[in-house]
């Protein structure tokens, strides 16, 4: 009977001991996993504001084009007015 109740406690001491390691372990992959996640949400978020900042400047320098063409034209609608005024003159 000694030896059963110590046997016994003896196996009770390293359920419990196990039973602490792995509640450790789970919680450091827990306290990993979480930190992943953060470090994953942190870059797609740059990801995500990157992309909103080159589209917002492709979209001015779109503009920036649109603009030139317009004066472009006008320049060359202005010419050809020019040309056609200086022939009805003469």
Known sequence: MIVDSYSSGFLEQIRRETSEIITKIRSHTDTTENQRR???EKM????ANKIQTEVITSHKKNVEIDW???ELEEKED?????KVSAKLEC
């Open 78 to 82: 202005c010419e050809e007015l020019a």
């Open 38 to 40: 953060i470090q994953e």
């Open 44 to 47: 797609r978020k740059e990801r």
């Open 68 to 70: 030139t063409w317009q």
